[in-house]
């Protein structure tokens, strides 16, 4: 039987291979990530000659050919951007032409916003259960300070103005539209026929129709509609009619932390003897709000981003502020600069926001992936 | 039986304690107290508007209008009607919110894909243009892209873009197309070619559904629309030219202009609903568990085929009703037109609005088209989900 070896016999040395392509360190890392194919290349190249493209021209606008110090546009005379208006015009931004020997109201409204949240958004947070009675004070607290009265001096609203506007419409629409979008949903889901249909019917309305249509509705039409004797200040209606497109949004919300609460938590309750206020109040909604959260501080951004909307019925929010200092013949011109430092304050806010929301989604999803 | 002649107190009692009698009292104290508020209402407009002497109605919709609209897609003059120029101003919204949700669904659709991609750098970027555009009001974003536009040189120091496309402070100079003799039949073949690819598609799926056998089906129908159409354009002599804006000394012959508002308008309800929409498709794509292409993988399905095949049609199923809901705050958010002047619906609604005082029906009428607009969306979610549960069984 001649049998032959499986294997092959070797009398000299193979070639040596070249070594295996770098699976680690930065090489192997831009292997894998940025030109694992052509198409990846062609996308990584591209990629490179868009940022190429923007990052130095950006750079040069924003900072290295900027000019930083002046009185008017005539100064800045350098080729980029011109942000010597910050320095004059930063209170009106923030403040509007709320009076400025008051503004410090306005700072500790806004300081004392902090530990009204905190154990709301934060609840491991030690002590919490006792500074919950502040939040719930807070909003009675705020207006107070931003309005006066009772030894304060008494500002009136109209002269509510810059980004203090935008976040005072929007932390009142979003606390209001809270107890309103609680009632909502649970209209929603009530098994009373006329309740459930005027539910409905609300919130379909305030989520069909454009934000800015309501505010001709607060500015125009509230007026018409409430007796002549009994007027009401443009930002109160402006809050009013916020407040009623907000809990429409908001009662979706809800409606799904209730629908995500177990059938058994309900049966439970019910078994338990507990009725319906008690079933809701004290089982129920504790559970649906909290899944809400995220969802409500979606809302919340959302709203807040369309507190701009303001200025088509003439308020003085950040926006028109800034439009109205570009039209100035002292800083005519600067509209960019303007609404790159607004939009840089809208992104700070509502990006911290969105990712403290996804932080929720995930510590609340318990699913695994 | 026993309870007649009992006292009034028990009866009571007996309706508070029987949970349907208790409900239908509290219905009818919540009907009762909106009625209250709504006569409360009723009256306070009648007698305000008796103080200003308005006559509520419809009626000034014949009225002359009196103003100018410069962005219009049916004639229209100062001399036309209140009603006519509504009609305009629905146009313009519905003409901008096509375009806008043309655009933002393929921006969507690349950026969400992109941004899945394992490119790190692309991957960022896509991110850093999401989480932007997102977090900026669209407001802002509109009026920015609007003051960039209008900052464009004037008109004599027109951008030019390939030498057809001119950008300057008035908006963008395009070619006009013109449609010559014969290009209707051009069209008829056009039509008759999508129409044929329907009829082929419809067979190909049965049978592919009756014998497993796949069909070209992407190539086929392209070549069914495609071929035809471009014989019949070459036969009839090439009937479409191109009326392409030349310079003269001050202005453009030829082309038409597209004004700033509309451009800015359109460029920035398009990034900012593409940016929504790209984590729509994420998310949907995300959404469709490992399982499903690790199971094609191992029935030997190419990559392509898997994505095309399993991957998408489940993901479909996530994103579309998401999607429907972007494309209605698309078209709402199209009402912030009035911010840059761009003459929607809104905007005109207002100027009536102005112009003849009759505030309650003009806002009547923007919510009563909104609304059908919405509702009309959210009854197409709703047969769209029933039919996608039907195919799920």
């Known amino acids: ?369 | 039986m026993a309870v007649t002649g009992a006292p009034a107190g028990f009866e009571l009692r007996r309706i508070w304690s029987d949970e349907r009698a208790r409900s239908a009292l509290f219905q009818i104290l919540v009907v009762l107290g909106l009625a209250l508020l709504v006569a409360f209402f009723v009256a306070n407009t009648i007698a305000n508007l008796q103080a200003r002497g308005l006559e509520p109605g419809f009626g000034f919709f014949g009225d002359q209008a009196f103003f100018d609209i410069n962005q219009k897609l049916i004639d229209y003059s100062s001399q036309s009607t209140f009603g006519r120029a509504l009609v305009v101003g629905l146009l313009n919204t519905l003409l901008v919110s096509a375009l806008g949700i043309i655009a933002a669904t393929v921006i969507g659709f690349l950026a969400g894909i992109l941004r899945l991609s394992n490119n790190w750098l692309v991957g960022r970027l896509i991110g850093v243009y999401v989480e932007f555009t997102r977090n900026v009001p669209v407001l802002l974003q509109i009026i920015f892209w609007w003051s960039i536009l209008t900052g464009l040189p004037k008109v004599a120091d027109s951008v030019s873009l390939g030498g057809a496309l001119f950008l300057n402070n008035r908006g963008v100079r395009m070619p006009a197309p013109i449609l010559e003799n014969g290009f209707g039949w051009v069209a008829i073949f056009f039509v008759l070619g999508i129409v044929a690819a329907l009829i082929v598609g419809r067979w190909a799926h049965r049978r592919h559904m009756a014998t497993g056998q796949p069909f070209p089906m992407l190539w086929v129908g392209l070549g069914l629309v495609i071929v035809p159409t471009l014989i019949v354009y070459f036969a009839l002599g090439q009937p479409l030219d191109w009326d392409v804006p030349e310079r003269t000394r001050f202005n453009f012959r030829g082309g038409f202009n597209v004004t700033p508002e509309l451009v800015a308008l359109w460029w920035a309800l398009s990034t900012y609903t593409g940016a929504f929409i790209s984590e729509i498709v994420r998310a949907g794509i995300l959404s469709v568990s490992k399982g499903q292409s690790e199971a094609a993988h191992a029935l030997g399905l190419r990559p392509g085929l898997t994505m095309r095949k399993i991957i998408i049609p489940q993901a479909l199923r996530v994103i579309i009703p998401p999607l429907t809901s972007q494309y209605l705050n698309l078209t709402k958010n199209s009402s912030l037109a009035i911010a840059i002047g761009y003459q929607d619906f809104v905007s005109i609604g207002n100027t009536v609005l102005n112009q003849s005082g009759q505030a309650i029906e003009v806002v009547a009428i923007w919510m009563v088209v909104y609304l059908s607009l919405s509702l009309g969306t959210s009854a197409f979610m709703n047969w769209y989900n029933s039919h996608i549960a039907l195919v799920e069984r």
Request: net charge positive.
């Open chain 1, 1 to 369: 039987m001649t049998s032959q070896p499986f294997f092959r016999q070797q009398s000299e040395l193979l070639p040596e291979r070249a070594p295996p392509a770098a699976t680690t360190g930065v090489i192997g890392w831009m292997r894998a990530n940025l030109f694992s194919g052509w198409l990846s290349t062609i996308l990584t190249l591209a990629g490179l000659y868009i940022l190429w493209l923007i990052i130095p021209g950006l750079l040069d606008w924003a900072f290295f050919d900027a000019d930083f110090q002046g009185d008017d546009r005539f100064a800045c005379t350098s080729s980029g951007a011109c942000w010597a208006w910050f320095d004059q015009r930063i209170d009106q931004f923030l403040y509007g032409f709320y009076p400025s020997e008051q503004t410090w109201r306005v700072d500790i409204a806004l300081l004392l916003l902090v530990p009204a949240l905190a154990p709301v958004l934060f609840d491991k947070m030690p002590g919490a259960k006792r500074l919950r009675w502040f939040s719930l004070a807070y909003p009675v607290v705020a207006t107070f300070l931003l309005i006066g009265g009772f030894g304060l001096e008494e500002v009136p609203t109209n002269k509510f103005g810059g980004f203090m506007l935008n976040v005072t419409v929007g932390l009142a629409g979003i606390v209001l539209s809270l107890p309103v979008g609680i009632v909502l949903a649970l209209g929603r889901r009530s098994r009373m026929p006329i309740v459930r249909a005027l539910s409905v019917a609300f919130i379909e309305v305030f989520r069909g129709v454009p934000l800015i249509t309501l505010l001709f509705v607060a500015a125009i039409l509230l007026p018409i509609f409430l007796p002549p004797s009994f007027s009401l200040d443009l930002v109160i209606r402006v809050i009013v009619v916020v407040t009623a497109f907000a809990s429409a949004y908001m009662a979706e919300v809800i409606r799904g932390g209730l629908q995500a609460v177990p059938r058994g938590q309900y049966e439970a309750a019910a078994a338990l003897g507990l009725g319906y206020w008690k079933m809701m109040g004290l089982i129920v909604l504790p559970q649906a709000l909290k899944i809400s959260i995220p969802g409500i501080v979606n809302t919340f951004i959302g709203l807040f981003k369309d507190t701009t909307l303001v200025i088509v019925i003439g308020l003085f929010d950040v926006l028109n502020i800034g439009r109205t200092m570009v039209s100035n013949p002292d800083w005519l011109g600067l509209a960019v600069e303007t609404q790159v430092f607004i939009s840089l304050f809208f992104f700070i806010v509502c990006f911290s926001m969105s990712r403290y929301s996804v932080h929720l989604e995930r510590r609340l999803d318990t699913t695994k992936r």
